[in-house]
């Protein structure tokens, strides 16, 4: 696959930055790419963008409320886990003054 760089004039059609993971498009005329010249594109071929769009677009109605779920999840189990260990902690304490006496 052919590389361009930032502010190249390019010819029109469908451009995808891995960098950055941005998709840009060139009107009909042609024009010039954002970026410096550090940034690097793909030019992306017409029926690759047709079938990826809606395909990527399908993972992530999919995906998104695991996700949350996964967030929420995460959250509690970070507000949890102190409460855990000092209720373990007070539960030890008990269990060696028992088996002192």
Not at 36 to 59: D, N, Q, S
């Amino acid at each position: 696959m052919k590389r361009y760089h930032g502010s190249h004039w390019v010819k029109a059609g469908f451009y995808w930055s891995p960098s950055r993971w941005e998709m840009v498009t060139a009107p009909k005329g042609g024009g010039r790419l954002a970026g410096e010249k550090e940034v690097t594109y793909i030019r992306l071929p017409l029926p690759l963008v047709v079938i990826l769009g809606p395909a990527l677009g399908a993972l992530y109605v999919i995906f998104l409320p695991f996700v949350g779920f996964a967030l929420v999840i995460g959250f509690g189990i970070k507000r949890c886990l102190p409460m855990a260990r000092k209720a373990l902690g007070r539960l030890w304490e008990m269990v060696a003054r028992t088996v002192e006496d």
